[in-house]
């Protein structure tokens, strides 16, 4: 069993009289989680938010029929808990009416929980971002050799759990994955009134990854309006699909202020996309791979270890260039990514010369375990 990182996490929060809430996207092992947590415990009661009889249970809920439903229990755990109608005011609800009732809540879909619950739940939640598994846990796992030996491997087919635990069946996993539940909350929305597009979307991001991408022109790639691939861009993000990555800009007038570039939370995701497997000897977006693979890495590392820190990427209009910038308590540190421990970086001078106590550091196959430990 491979010892996730926020199972401590979660244990010290208990029982603070706050909700705990859970969010990443699905697959990724938020109920496996849980259940590891709380194995056995006669005080849970386990609701799941996809079944209707629960989102029912819930239309028109008061605290009377809580205190019913849950009788002895002090451990209420809703999963996928979006699902629910006006989730946010429901947490409220036992929140505030049941204190001595422990509330943990998952969800696979920003737009739909976090987005319904932090006004109502202000003050009264922790909140926690689980990712398919990480570097870190992996060593954690079976130690630093073991794991560096098959990053190669990670380039290709990502860290979803059921990849990692079905070795020689990676390709169908992600296919399975990546038709069965990539779009399974995305979907079931108004929102997205054109799937076939989408999916010509996420394509044409997953050829751009590492790149700077302009709306106007995956519009006319997907045959949308720059507002819809926006919208479909956002959406794609809140479902822990592809996030952004915006552009650093503070002193120098040629500076990209609004750009943005886009990346994939998981390769093994990317590549599925694109139906796209080969090895890394044979592929021409080894750089890009490399990229992603640090960036999700590394903003898995932050998060795990509530590191709070500000990241950008950095270009000027002449197009010079730095892969990632990180900003915590004051220190700027630039990275660049390559693929190549032999190729000889040096810092843009424009950098330099306007962020003097900035650091710079290349990250390669030689020493990525220091950026991502």
């Known amino acids: 069993m491979i010892q996730r990182t926020l199972e401590k996490t979660i ?14 996207p699905r697959q990724v092992g938020k109920t496996t989680l849980l259940k590891k947590i709380f194995v056995n415990k006669e005080e849970l009661l386990w609701l799941n938010g996809d079944e ?26 809703i999963d996928e808990a979006q699902r629910i109608e006006d989730i946010g005011l429901r947490l409220k609800l036992i929140t505030d009416t049941l204190p001595e009732i422990q509330l943990i809540a998952t969800g696979s879909s920003a737009f739909e929980l976090a987005n319904k619950v932090n006004e109502p739940l202000t003050g009264r939640k922790w909140e926690y971002h689980m990712w398919p598994l990480s570097f870190g846990e992996m060593v954690s796992h079976h130690g630093l050799l073991e794991e560096k030996r098959l990053v190669p491997h990670r380039l290709l087919y990502g860290y979803y759990p059921d990849v990692v635990t079905h070795s020689g069946d990676e390709i169908e996993v992600l296919k399975q994955l990546s038709d069965s539940y990539l779009y399974k909350d995305m979907l079931s ?88 497997f080969n090895q890394i000897e044979n592929r021409s977006d080894i750089g890009p791979l490399w990229e ?31 892969d990632f910038i ?34 710079f550091e290349v990250i390669t196959p030689d020493n990525y375990e220091d950026f991502l430990l």
């Open 326 to 359: 990180e900003e915590s308590d004051g220190r700027i540190t630039a990275f660049e990514f390559k693929w190549s421990a032999r190729t000889k970086v040096k810092p843009p001078k424009q950098f330099l010369e306007n962020y003097p106590n900035a650091t």
């Open 11 to 24: 244990l010290k929060k208990l029982f603070q009289n706050k909700a705990i809430l859970i969010m990443g």
């Open 189 to 276: 929305l108004e929102q997205v009134q054109k799937p076939d597009k989408l999916t010509k979307l996420l394509q044409a991001l997953a050829f751009q990854i590492g790149s700077q991408v302009s709306y106007h022109e995956l519009g006319q790639t997907c045959g949308l309006d720059s507002k819809t691939v926006e919208k479909y861009i956002v959406l794609l993000e809140q479902t822990y699909i592809i996030f952004r990555l915006g552009s650093f800009s503070r002193n120098l007038r040629n500076e990209l202020k609004n750009s943005k570039k886009i990346y994939f939370y998981d390769n093994g995701i990317r590549n599925a996309v694109i139906a796209n």
């Open 52 to 77: 209707i009889d629960v989102q029912k249970l819930f239309s028109n809920i008061s605290a009377s029929r809580l205190k019913a439903v849950l009788g002895t229990k002090t451990l209420l755990i």
């Open 292 to 322: 992603n693979f640090l960036i999700s890495e590394r903003i898995k590392k932050l998060n795990y270890s509530r590191k709070w820190s500000n990241y950008w990427y950095w270009r000027t209009k002449e197009q010079k260039e730095i």
